[in-house]
């Protein structure tokens, strides 16, 4: 069994920052890719950024420039830095895992706002 437990969400105005981590215990032979993911109340959850474990990161358009995504592979954690937060960048956050199966953390709220 793996389990993914994120951390460092809270309350930020916005043009602030705010960094999320992402620590897998368990069970796991490999991983493959990390990502985030949000959900903002009343929408579906999207995709926000991933790395594989080689290191090639993928993010979301309006995260580009603004988000960096990075992984300790010794410490199984991913991390999400967030730079110029905006109010639409509002929402819960997840972390997520790949390694032959998929797996979800519980999620942080992460909520910009003046």
């Known amino acids: 069994q793996v389990q993914l437990v994120e951390s460092g969400g809270g309350l930020v105005r916005p043009g602030g920052s705010l960094r999320l981590s992402c620590a897998a215990s368990?069970?796991?032979?490999?991983?493959?890719?990390m990502g985030w993911y949000r959900q903002a109340p009343g929408k579906q959850r999207e995709f926000v950024a991933s790395?594989?474990?080689?290191?090639?990161?993928n993010y979301r358009d309006s995260a580009k420039g603004r988000f960096t995504i990075s992984m300790d592979n010794a410490k199984s954690t991913s991390y999400l830095q967030m730079n110029s937060l905006k109010p639409e960048d509002t929402a819960v956050y997840y972390c997520?895992?790949?390694?032959?199966?998929?797996?979800w953390g519980q999620g942080t709220q992460v909520t910009v706002s003046s």
């Open positions: 997520n895992l790949r390694s032959g199966q998929t797996y």
């Open positions: 368990g069970s796991i032979f490999r991983i493959n890719v």
């Open positions: 790395i594989t474990s080689g290191g090639s990161t």
